[in-house]
C-alpha cells in the first residue's frame, strides 16, 4: 500500500495538496509495486490543526475523480485498489461513492458510521486500533497488556461493523502502530503480531518511517527507510497481509527476496 498525502504537512515531508501532482506520484508508486493507494487530505500529526471537512472532500473526491477517469481510460490498470484515508463519515460516504475501494478509518470506528458508508457502497474497511479522537495526542495511554486490549477492541469493533451491515469478509484490522501506544508497545506488536490471525482477517501493517522507529534508531523520519524495511520483513514473518509504506520499491523488493528465501519454489511459479 503506496502512500499518498495530499497534506502540505505530512510528518514525513511528503505531502502535495495538489490532486493532480498527487495522482501522478500514485502513478509512480503504481510502477514501484504499490498494489493499493492509501489518500488521504489531512496528517494525523496531533501538533498540526485539522483541516475543514469541506476542504477534505473537496481535495479527496477531486483525486478519487481523477483516479477513476485513469481506470476507465486505461491509463492505469484495473488492479489497483483505491483506499480513502478519513476518520469523518461524511468524507468517508461522500468520496466513496466517487469510486474508493477501501476506507481506511484511523478514527478506531468510535462509532458505526464509517461501517455503514462502507455498506452502502460497497466498500471495504481498515478497523485501527486508537484511543480517543484523533488530531489529539495520547501518548500518555498506558496498557498492561496491549496485545489483551487489541484482542478485546476487535472483537468489539469487528462486531460493530458486521452490526452495521458490513460483511465480515469486507473488513480489514491494523493494530494501529504508534497511535496511543508507548515504544515498548509498539515494539510488542511486531513481535506477537501473529496473535491477530485468529481474526481470520487481512492485518494491515502501517510500518512506515514511524516515530517507534526513529525511537530505536535515532534518525528522522526521512532517514527510517531501513528501519522501515525491518520492520515489513518482521510483520510479513508474522502474518502481515498488507504494508503501508513511502518507499513501496524498497519494501516491494524486500518481500520479494523474503518469499524467494523462504518458499523458493512457491514463488518461482508466481514469478
Known amino acids: 500500500m503506496g502512500i499518498v498525502n495530499l497534506s502540505r504537512d505530512s510528518f514525513s515531508g511528503d505531502g502535495c495538496a495538489d490532486p493532480n501532482a498527487a495522482f501522478e506520484k500514485a ?3 503504481i510502477s514501484d509495486g504499490a498494489v493499493m493507494i492509501d489518500v488521504g487530505a489531512e496528517s494525523a500529526r496531533t501538533n498540526r490543526a485539522a483541516i475543514g471537512e469541506q476542504e477534505e472532500i473537496d481535495l ?3 483525486f478519487a475523480q481523477r483516479w477513476k477517469g485513469a481506470k476507465g481510460s486505461g491509463e492505469i490498470d484495473l488492479r489497483p485498489i483505491l483506499s480513502i484515508n478519513t476518520w469523518r463519515p461524511a468524507v468517508a ?4 461513492r466517487e469510486g474508493g475501494d477501501l476506507l481506511n478509518d484511523i478514527g478506531g470506528l468510535a462509532m458505526d458510521e464509517n461501517a455503514r458508508a462502507c455498506a452502502e457502497t460497497s466498500a471495504a474497511l481498515v478497523i485501527m486500533h486508537t484511543v480517543g479522537e484523533p488530531k489529539m495526542p495520547h501518548t500518555h495511554v498506558q496498557y498492561e497488556d496491549v496485545m489483551g486490549r487489541l484482542d478485546q477492541f476487535f472483537t468489539e469493533k469487528i462486531a460493530m461493523a458486521e452490526s452495521a ?3 465480515r469478509d469486507a473488513i480489514v484490522i491494523d493494530p494501529g502502530i504508534d ?3 508507548q515504544r515498548d508497545d509498539n515494539l510488542r ?3 506477537e503480531l501473529s496473535r491477530l490471525k485468529r481474526f481470520d482477517r487481512p492485518i494491515l501493517l502501517p510500518v512506515s518511517r514511524k516515530t517507534v522507529v526513529g525511537d530505536v534508531l535515532g534518525v528522522p523520519p526521512l532517514e ?5 524495511v525491518a520492520c515489513s520483513v518482521a510483520g510479513v514473518l508474522r502474518g502481515a497481509n498488507i504494508l503501508r509504506v513511502h518507499n513501496v520499491r524498497a519494501a516491494a523488493q524486500a518481500v520479494q527476496v523474503l518469499h524467494a528465501v523462504d518458499a523458493p519454489e512457491d514463488w518461482q511459479r508466481m514469478s
Open 165 to 167: 451491515g458490513l460483511p
Open 93 to 96: 460516504r461522500t468520496v466513496l
Open 179 to 181: 497511535f496511543a501506544k
Open 189 to 191: 506488536i511486531y513481535r
Open 60 to 62: 479527496l473526491t477531486l
Open 27 to 29: 502513478k509512480t508508486l
Open 224 to 228: 527510517r527507510d531501513a528501519g522501515t
